[in-house]
Structures are given as structure tokens and as C-alpha cells.
């Protein structure tokens, strides 16, 4: 584990290319042998199986145990859709559609219509009021926005066609297998038109995505395939094909996480929306599989023949906390306001029961949910107060009972740090985690439960998902305590986002001018990417702080060598420049053009004064700051070295001046400084493989100097070492 400070205040790939574990199947006890059409779970723990002979079961523990519902009704069941833990519906032959509102204890008959010998094939719930229904042959789509209590017809089939599977986004955009073909309606059901259609082969199950792609499944023989219609497109793109058993069901969760079931019990999984397909178990049941369930923590249920259910689960199928989204539910009325209002207060009082905060926020969500879906109902229109009060206050009591469960746990791990191993520690911190996840989700706004949250993943080395939520406390407000701004520099640096590091140190530096340590994070950067852009106030300001400090000596003198060999470089050119000066003023008689070499010669020879002047100044400087560096860091290989660079730069520029000097006691006088900066970049040269031995580099200039210098036995002696 980290260590720890207290913080807190209170493409397609091919489909077998990839296997993937995932827990053992486990086939769950049901004690029955009819033949489960339909599964669907609300939670982790609560869900529901229906089939022939009127079979409905039910669980409340994830499965461990099954019981079967006396409903009354008789015929065949052929899907089963609930809200939540207590409202739910099932659908079935002969237009059989029944409800309950207290998880299944009574049931009311809600058929939608009289005309017997259609059947009911499709049920999809939008919440608990609004859903739809349809099948056939010849069947309408059924629409009640009461629960079922009441129905009206979206769209009135006069065909033979049967509605085998549809699925909503929303409620007016949805796609259903309608004999044969895939259609899609934009008008809540009342139009379909088809977008593909199967000349050979059987399609079997279709979903739509949020952002309007649609997957469907298309068996061939045995070959199960799985195709895509991008949204915006009538062009299928397959996806993968199984080679053997047809598919025989495909579940959504979230808007990326896919899965698909065969026949046989094969479960394929995909977390990138299908580009990518593995596979997370292989024909584990001879009893045909017909439906299938991905919950958003990535739980898969399947349902099929004889009593069978089978769990498992694979944690890249959940749907990562920040990218779950809430939609508002539709409220037509204030009734229906205050009846949600009043159910998001059971959701809260369920949530309180659980101990696990994963558990807790299935119930979360609804509350969250009922929040937002009556702030926008009275968008326009004036609350009445006390739902003002309770939409306020809901919020803010559960958001406060789940960010102090957090830190009650992180103080305890903090008390008996030393106590835990690490299977126990991570366990703590992930279950702290959880309650500050919760919180956030009651409570976007809330930057104090952000941060906890952000705080828990970075303990937890979830780097990203920490940087995620530290970047959400600062959109909110940049003015925030110095420990957050330290926190996500920090992140930054250790996933290597070094420009967003270099950013939030100088915003941090910004708000706490006194604080050194966002200077240091600075001077870090500079010293591993010299060339970077970083203020030169700031090295300034970090020097004066601590002058005895090498690493900040360093970095300035690496940055004022580089300027000061730019104009050194700018010096040697207007040499140049002054020579063609001079030999065009030979090679003329006009008096005229030798008055105008004669200014530019002057104003070159001015230029050259300045140039040399600042380059001489800036080249000193660096060696000043280099030499204060080894004198405080006598083991400073680097900055030894950029001394010998230092003195060889300046070398190798007067040596092009002098190529371009005609008097010879000029040409003497540089030779003298030349030797003389040879001589001093070859000691520090020597300083430096007298650190290490074994930096060739600096093996390497030292035989050309000794070469130059006229120093043969020291030349071979550098050669032996290359």
C-alpha cells in the first residue's frame, strides 16, 4: 500500500481471439422442469424468470435460492420486465400481460387486448408507468402510460407479422425483429421501417444503443452471427460468427457492454460497444438457453430449458461508475411526482439496509433518478414547496449518511494501518470507495465526497478514475485546498501527463506563492525535459528559496548555456558577415558603395560588440550556476558534464571567429582563449569520469581535446577507454 496522509475534514477482431476468465458458471437451484423464456434482474439481488405453464420465480439473494410465484395464471410466459424491487410486469401467449406493485406477492390481470390466439412476445418497461408490449401474428404495439391499467395502440399490424423482439432507447426510438427483418421506429412504435432484412437464415434477438447503433443476431445453420448497423446507416457490419451453435439471446448494459449467449450455454462479451468480442465460458448445458441478462456490474444471468439458470460474472463487462448515466423518468403530472418522491423514500430505506455500498446503490439510483426526473418535470413551472423540500433535502441527509460511513472506514484502516495485510487494507479502502461513490451519486455537486472519492482510488493505485475526479473538484472551483492541487499533480506525474503536471503546478503555484513544493514540481519537469517551456521567474524564485539546492542550479544552467550558445552561434555569423563585408569594400572603387559597406561594417561591428557581450554575460552566468551546482553535488555527473559543454560551445565559436581574422594578433589572442576554454572543458570533462568511469561521452571529447591539445599519451589513453 501507499503510504498515507489524512486528507480528510469531514475495430473487429476475430471472436476466439481472446479469451477472457470469468468466474465459474454457476447453475443456480430453481427445483423446477418447465422451460424459462425470460430473465431479468432490477440489482444485483433482486430478479425474476418467467416461462411455460404460468412459471414465474423469484430472488431476492442473486440466485442462491428461487422461489416460485403462484400468480394464478396458467399460460406460457414470455418475458418478464420490472422497474424496480416492487413494480413489475409479464407478458405471454393469448395477450396475457399481468402486474404487481408489491414484488409479486398479488398480481392484477393487465391485458391489452381481448382478441385471443396473439401472443405477447416483447415487453419493454420505461418506468412505472410507461410500457410497451407487442407480438402476434398480427399483433399491434400496446402502449399504457398507467402501468397497464389502461391501453392504447401505437401501431396496428394487419399482416401476419409477429414482433419477436423489441427493444426502446428511448421512448420514441426503438428496434424490434419483425418477421424476418430488422426494424426500426422513430416515433415511439406507430411506424416501423426496415433497415435489414434476412434472405436466408433466422434473425433472433436486437437491441439499440443510446447513440442509435443497433446489434442483432443472425443464425445460419449452426453459425451464429452477430452483426451491427451503426447508427445512421442501413449497412450491417458483422461483428464475429461462433462456427458452431446458433446464437439464441444478446443483452445490453450501459451503452458499451454487450453480451450474447448460445444454445448451448456460450457466453460472448464485449466492453467497446462490439469492436472487440471475447469469450467468457464455452457450452456449458445440453438444455437449450433462451434469454439472457447483463447487469451493469457486469453480472450475466442466463435462462433456458428445464428449470435453468445459470449465473456468472467478468468485472470488464460492468459499466465503469463515471460513465453510468441517469434518465429522468417522464412525469405527466404532480401526482405523479409526489407517488415517485414517495418510492424514492422506500429506495433510500432499502439502501440503509445493506451493508455493502455496492448494494446500496442500485437503490441510489432510483433515489437520483426521482431527483432528477422532478426537477425536470417542474423545469418550467413553479415546485410547490414542500416537494422543494423534500428534493433538497433527500439528497443531502443520504448523501451525509454515505460520505461519513467513507471516512469511518478510512479512519479505520488509518488507526490500524500497521494491523492490516493487504488483502484486508484493499478491502477496506475499496469499500470506502463504495460510500464515497454513493455519494457523488446523490450528490454531484458535493466537492468534499469527490475528492474522498478521488483520494480512495489514488490509495488504491486506480490512477485514472482518481484523476477523473480530482479534474471534476476543479471544474467546479480552481480555489481549492493546496493538498488537492498536490494530490493531482502528483497523479499527473505518475501516469505521465506531464503538460496537464506542468499546467496544475503553475495554477497551484498561482494560488499559494509561499508553497515551495509546486516550484519543485516545476523544477522536476525542467530537469527531466530541459527543453520545456517553464518559467524562468520560477527557477528564479526556487533558486532564492533554496540556494544550496543542485538540481535547481542545474536546470537554470543547462537553460542559460543553451541561450548563451544561440548567440555565441549569432556572433560567429555576423564574424562572417563582417569578413564578406570587408572584401566587398576591397573589390570596389565607388565611392558611393564603399560609403554604404562602410555604415553596414560599422553597424555589424556594433552588433558584434552587443552579441558578444550578452553571449559572454549569459555564458558565465551558466557556468556559475553549473559550478555552484557541483560544489554543493561534488557527485553531479550531469552537471559536471554540461560544464565541459559549456567550455567546449565556447571553443568552438571563437575557433570559427578566427577562421574569419586576418591579423595575426588577433588570431594569437583567440588561440589563447581558444587553449584556454579546451584546458577548462577538458578538467571538467575529467571530473566527470573520475564519477563514472564509464560515460563515454565524456571518454569521447576528452580524446578529441587531448588530440587538439596536443596531449598524445592522454589521447590514447581515452581511445583504450572507447
Keep these: 500500500m501507499k503510504h498515507l496522509v489524512s486528507l480528510f475534514t469531514l475495430l473487429i477482431a476475430g471472436l476466439h481471439a481472446l479469451q477472457l476468465s470469468a468466474q465459474d458458471a454457476e447453475f443456480q437451484t430453481t427445483d423446477i422442469d418447465e422451460t424459462l423464456y425470460s430473465i431479468h434482474f432490477t440489482d444485483q439481488h433482486h430478479g425474476w424468470a418467467a416461462g411455460e405453464a404460468g412459471t414465474l420465480l423469484s430472488t431476492t439473494d442473486g440466485g442462491e435460492s428461487w422461489t416460485l410465484l403462484k400468480t394464478r395464471f396458467t399460460g406460457t410466459f414470455r418475458s418478464v420486465r420490472f422497474f424496480d424491487e416492487f413494480t413489475g410486469w409479464v407478458a405471454g401467449d393469448d395477450n396475457l400481460l399481468i402486474q404487481t406493485g408489491d414484488s409479486g406477492r398479488r398480481w392484477s390481470d393487465r391485458r391489452p387486448s381481448p382478441v385471443s390466439g396473439q401472443n405477447l412476445y416483447s415487453l419493454h418497461a420505461f418506468d412505472w408507468n410507461r410500457l410497451k408490449t407487442a407480438g402476434g401474428p398480427g399483433s399491434p404495439v400496446h402502449y399504457s402510460a398507467n402501468g397497464g391499467t389502461t391501453w392504447s395502440q401505437r401501431h396496428r399490424d394487419v399482416t401476419e407479422d ?56 443472425l443464425n445460419v445453420d449452426e453459425t451464429g452471427n452477430l452483426m451491427r448497423i451503426p447508427a445512421g446507416s442501413e449497412e450491417p457490419v458483422p461483428l464475429f460468427e461462433t462456427g458452431q451453435h446458433g446464437l439464441s439471446a444478446l443483452a445490453l448494459s450501459g451503452d458499451d457492454r454487450l453480451a450474447a449467449v448460445s444454445s448451448t450455454g456460450s457466453v460472448y462479451g464485449s466492453d467497446d460497444g462490439g469492436r472487440v468480442w ?79 455500498p455496492g448494494d446500496r446503490r442500485a437503490h441510489y439510483v432510483r433515489v437520483r433518478k426521482a431527483v432528477i426526473s422532478v426537477r425536470e418535470y417542474y423545469r418550467d413551472q ?56 454513493n455519494a457523488v451519486l446523490l450528490l454531484p455537486d458535493s466537492t468534499e465526497s469527490m475528492f474522498s472519492l478521488a483520494y480512495m482510488e489514488s490509495l488504491l493505485n486506480n490512477t485514472g478514475d482518481a484523476i477523473y475526479w480530482l479534474e471534476r473538484v476543479f471544474v467546479k472551483s480552481e480555489d481549492q485546498p493546496k493538498e488537492r492541487h498536490d494530490l493531482l499533480i502528483r497523479l499527473y506525474l505518475e501516469s505521465d501527463k506531464l503538460e496537464k503536471a506542468r499546467s496544475a503546478s503553475l495554477r497551484a503555484s498561482e494560488y499559494y506563492p509561499d508553497e515551495r513544493v509546486f516550484l519543485e514540481y516545476l523544477a522536476e519537469m525542467d530537469l527531466a525535459s530541459p527543453g520545456s517551456d517553464v518559467s524562468p521567474e520560477t527557477l528564479d524564485r526556487l533558486i532564492d528559496t533554496d540556494p544550496e539546492n543542485a538540481h535547481y542550479r542545474y536546470v537554470r544552467g543547462i537553460r542559460t548555456s543553451t541561450a548563451a550558445f544561440e548567440k555565441l552561434n549569432e556572433l560567429a555569423g555576423l564574424h562572417e558577415e563582417l569578413w564578406r563585408l570587408g572584401d566587398a569594400l ?49 557527485e553531479f555527473e550531469d552537471a559536471h558534464f554540461m560544464l565541459g559543454v559549456l567550455s567546449l560551445n565556447r571553443a568552438a565559436v571563437l575557433e570559427e571567429i578566427r577562421m574569419f581574422t586576418l591579423d595575426e594578433q588577433e588570431a594569437a589572442r583567440l588561440d589563447a582563449r581558444i587553449t584556454q576554454h579546451l584546458e577548462k572543458s577538458m578538467e571538467h570533462f575529467e571530473s566527470t569520469v573520475a564519477v563514472n568511469p564509464r560515460n563515454r561521452s565524456a571518454w569521447e571529447e576528452l580524446y578529441k581535446i587531448y588530440q587538439l591539445l596536443g596531449k598524445d599519451d592522454d589521447a590514447q589513453r581515452a581511445r583504450q577507454r572507447l
Design 382 to 437: 413553479q415546485m410547490p414547496g414542500f416537494i422543494a423540500e423534500r428534493l433538497n433535502e433527500l439528497p443531502v441527509i443520504f448523501r451525509a449518511v454515505e460520505h461519513n460511513a467513507g471516512a469511518d472506514l478510512y479512519s479505520e484502516f488509518r488507526d490500524a494501518e500497521e494491523a492490516f495485510d493487504d488483502t484486508e487494507a484493499t478491502g477496506l479502502l475499496r469499500k470506502a470507495a463504495g460510500h464515497f461513490k
Design 162 to 217: 409477429v414482433f419477436r423482439s423489441m427493444h426502446f432507447r428511448d421512448m420514441d426510438n426503438g428496434v424490434s425483429i419483425i418477421s424476418g427483418r430488422v426494424a426500426i421506429t422513430d416515433n415511439g412504435g406507430r411506424s416501423w421501417n426496415t433497415v435489414y432484412e434476412a434472405n436466408a437464415g433466422k434473425l433472433i434477438d436486437a437491441v439499440m444503443t443510446y447513440g442509435g447503433d443497433i446489434y442483432f443476431i
Design 586 to 634: 576591397l573589390g570596389t572603387a565607388d565611392e558611393n558603395e564603399r560609403e554604404r559597406i562602410i555604415t553596414q561594417i560599422r553597424q555589424t561591428e556594433s552588433r558584434i560588440s552587443g552579441a558578444e557581450r550578452v553571449g559572454n554575460r549569459l555564458s558565465d552566468a551558466a557556468e556559475a550556476d553549473l559550478k555552484r551546482a557541483v560544489e554543493n553535488a561534488p
Design 278 to 356: 471475447f469469450t467468457l465460458q464455452e457450452d456449458v448445458t445440453e438444455n437449450r438457453i433462451n434469454s439472457i441478462h447483463l447487469s451493469e456490474q457486469g453480472t450475466v444471468w442466463l435462462a433456458g430449458d428445464s428449470g435453468t439458470i445459470i449465473r456468472l460474472h467478468n468485472d470488464l463487462l460492468a459499466v465503469p461508475f463515471r460513465k453510468r448515466e441517469i434518465r429522468p423518468a417522464l412525469i405527466r403530472s404532480e401526482e405523479q411526482a409526489i407517488e415517485l418522491l414517495n418510492r424514492s423514500l422506500r429506495y433510500a430505506e432499502k439502501a440503509e439496509q445493506a451493508d455493502d
